[in-house]
């Protein structure tokens, strides 16, 4: 086939591939390599022009991990982890039904239900961690609260600090 000098092409060039599973296996390992590189250097492309953190994550069908962040995937997984995932999308179900396929519908209710999960777990180590914060901390809660024991500790802890305030000043004497 002659291009536009009338010289014969020698390959068919760049074509469209079909957006289906590869059979061959081989094939198969070989565009995910190539395009695994091609995604992470887009996620790159993105962070940098754009300035924003971001993390890519992928099994290869060898179920091998591959990831790539940018500053690190560390560092933008613990940002994640802290700042929660984003608001839930909300659906009219009037129009999804006649939009969004069962599948997708499932795929949803799939993500709804791990973010679910996950926001369970943060809240079960939230309540953790401020049970363990109140039992090491007792003397920063409001006296009204606290017991007996507790206020003969804290009064003896007054007194300590008294007595030692006293005899920094003595020494500056």
Sequence with gaps: MPDLNGVAK????????????????????????????????????????????????????????????????????????????????TLDLNKVHSTVDEVELHTHLHCLSNQIAIEKKRTKDLNHLAKAAEDQFWWARPIESMTDSQLDKYKKMLEDFKRQLKEKRGNLN
């Design 10 to 89: 020698k390959t068919k060039g760049r074509q469209k591939i079909e957006m289906k599973k590869m059979r061959n296996e081989s094939n198969l390992r070989v565009t995910f390599s190539k395009r695994r590189t091609g995604v992470f250097k887009k996620a790159s492309e993105l962070a940098t022009l754009c300035g924003v953190d971001v993390v890519v994550i992928m099994f290869s069908p060898g179920n091998r991990v591959f990831s790539f962040g940018s500053p690190s995937v560390d560092s933008v997984v613990q940002r994640y982890k802290t700042q929660g995932p984003p608001p839930l999308l």
